[in-house]
């Protein structure tokens, strides 16, 4: 295929320089926002006066042509293009003849792809944004059976306070719901019209921005040419938020690794999201949680390549831009394979109850319940943190638990664990202990309901 450029040169380019340049190996995907954005353009150009009515409507039927053909998959992009604009331009020339040249009035190719990418991208957001909804969705509904499931809460990955299952749940919907906010906010920066500022410059054309604007669906038109060929911050954004989307993703999987492990056994996962071995018959592994949390490290690179990429380039459009598109279209993919597959997994997940209980029980996670009793009584708390440190020691050394204690014995502690001593061993129980715990926010069964009634707004149920 003829180079769009190629009059100013007397010779071939070389085919190794040919393959390094060549980049409609992945830029193909965007031919659909290709056709679309130079339907608008060209509507815009017949509009305006800069092309006659008779050839705006040639140009905007030939590409719904081809659009529908390639959908159809009548036509294929020539894999001798040099671009995906170069594939599009090929063929609309095959159909139109000479007016086909008339497309490219008054834009480069610097702002064709810069509006292309902004398209595909504002696409892929409105499908994430689903994706993400339906996740917290499926969060909602395991929660909403769990409401009393207790089991350990951890930090350091000790057993620290008893919690309720649900709680632990909503944790990673409101994880989800920041991912989406961040989604949300980005689309907005990915919303904006570049095209018409040409190569770096504007033109000299009477061009109306706005209705092609309008036209796309954008909000808003970028203000600086050289800005609007330059910018790829919105690409950046968007894989900042994947890898934040990613780590939530990742952080939930080692969980649910953790508890499918016999030490934890807090979790049984179907067939149809686990392997098994080659060697071992015995073994059923979670491979997609696994997957989860290898496939975030790619997406952290999808960000550092696309910075690494623009930290040192100079305004305005660099041959090096070329590469900002696959670590995109690298993040996206994987968000769309990993978010359903997870969410599978644990929508068909058994949580085993009782196996949550018995971990919390014995595991001294009510001492704070006991320390609270006290400073309630007006011992400062960190008097009272000492007592029930007494107390553990002495459960530890005795080789019992908390739950073990009689009254007599607690008495000895302090003289305010001899009132009603009765009172002070209730609170040494799990369901006193979250059940106690009735803050905002807090994992009582009603602060929980109360939460996940908001959480339940958030989606707009």
Request: charged share 25%.
């Amino acid at each position: 295929m003829n180079k769009l450029w190629g009059s100013r040169f007397e010779e071939p380019t070389d085919a190794l320089i040919e393959s390094l340049n060549n980049s409609l190996v992945f830029d193909s995907r965007l031919w659909r926002q290709d056709i679309a954005g130079s339907i608008a353009h060209a509507t815009m150009l017949g509009a305006t006066g800069i092309l006659s009515a008779d050839e705006s409507a040639q140009l905007v039927g030939g590409l719904q042509l081809l659009r529908e053909e390639i959908e159809a998959e009548i036509l294929v992009l020539p894999p001798d293009a040099e671009d995906v604009h170069t594939a599009v331009e090929g063929l609309l020339k095959e159909r139109l003849g000479a007016v086909a040249g008339k497309l490219h009035t008054a834009r480069s190719r610097n702002d064709q792809i810069a509006t292309d990418i902004r398209l595909y991208l504002r696409e892929e957001c409105d499908a994430l944004e689903g994706e993400l909804t339906a996740f917290q969705s499926m969060l909602l509904t395991l929660a909403e059976r769990e409401m009393e499931t207790i089991l350990p809460g951890c930090t350091h990955l000790q057993h620290a306070q008893p919690v309720v299952l649900a709680h632990h749940l909503l944790a990673y919907f409101w994880m989800l719901d920041r991912d989406r906010e961040r989604l949300a906010d980005t689309r907005k920066r990915v919303n904006r019209l570049p095209l018409g500022a040409g190569a770096l410059a504007g033109t000299g054309f009477p061009i109306n921005r706005h209705q092609v604007a309008e036209l796309l669906g954008f909000e808003g038109v970028l203000e600086n040419s050289l800005d609007s060929v330059a910018d790829r911050d919105f690409l950046i954004e968007f894989l900042a938020f994947a890898s934040i989307l990613a780590m939530h993703l990742s952080r939930l999987a080692e969980e649910i690794i953790l508890w499918n492990t016999p030490e934890f056994g807090y979790i049984l996962l179907d067939d149809a999201v686990t392997t098994g071995s080659s060697i071992m018959p015995q073994k059923k592994n979670p491979d997609v949680a696994e997957l989860v949390r290898g496939k975030t490290g790619r997406v952290y690179g999808d960000l550092i390549a696309l910075l690494t990429l623009m930290k040192g380039l100079p305004l305005t459009y660099n041959k090096d831009l070329q590469e900002d598109k696959e670590p995109v279209f690298d993040a996206v993919d994987t968000l769309h394979l990993v978010l359903p597959a997870l969410q599978k997994t644990l929508a068909t997940a058994q949580f085993r109850r009782e196996r949550m209980l018995a971990a919390a029980r014995g595991d001294y996670s009510t001492a704070t319940d006991l320390a609270d009793y006290l400073a309630r009584r007006g011992l400062p708390f960190r008097e009272a943190h000492e007592v029930v440190g007494r107390v553990v020691r002495y459960c530890i050394e005795q080789g019992i638990t908390l739950e073990d204690l009689d009254a007599p014995t607690l008495a000895t502690f302090h003289a305010l664990l001899g009132v009603n001593t009765e009172s002070a061993l209730e609170v040494l129980t799990l369901n006193y202990s979250v059940s106690a715990r009735k803050s905002f926010g807090g994992t009582a069964p009603e602060a929980v309901r109360v939460q996940w009634e908001n959480a339940k707004a958030r989606l707009g149920r």
